[in-house]
């Protein structure tokens, strides 16, 4: 089974892109470049909020667009215009949607190897199914679990269990592969499946690769890696 963002879709460029193509469009005159990680840090920050139950879903956006437009001596006079800004700049989040390269071949070779093949996301199902449809992922994935519908986030151990469940098999018998260290990979290894972390950029501390090899979470680059590990 799969995370979702910054594992097959290109969450984190997708968000950088559309965030410099809104702010362009209405303030041509900021260095948009210059306020790129900022914006990263407020979704870090507030959708956190959001899995943990501190705001609710409209409530981190709207936290986003005023703590980052407040930077520019902007305020918002409304609930209303606050979720509209946010509205356009998911326009442009949209517009640069695209999966990682090693997505689709992955899932292909999986498929013909008679892999099942699920997912586990946290988000809403009308915020991530699009993108499964949208990127062609939807047909290679026999059951798909948001957090929104289930009710509680990864890495807590009750959504790898019920994706399991769906499955009809034993946690033991599944992999589940994901870009965050504690989220993802120990997250599935905490409900008894083989976790995996695939660190793209290679950025893992010492630290973070000890806390992997004491779990028994396995460490990849490349989603190309996944089909060995699979069959091992
Ligand atoms: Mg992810």
Redesign the pocket.
Known sequence: MF?????LFH?RQAVRDGIAAHVRSTLPDVDVAAHLDRWDELEELHYHRYLVGELDYLGQRRARARDFMAAFGHTFESDAATEAWFETYLLEYVRAWALFDDALPCLRELSAAGIRIGMITNGIPSFQQPKLDTLELAAHFEHVVTSGEFGVAKPDPAIFLHACGLFGIDPAESLYV???LHT?ALGAVGAGLTGVWLDREGAATAHELGEAAASGAHVVRTLAELPVLVAA
């Open positions: 995370d979702l963002d910054d594992t969450h994901g870009d965050r993802d």
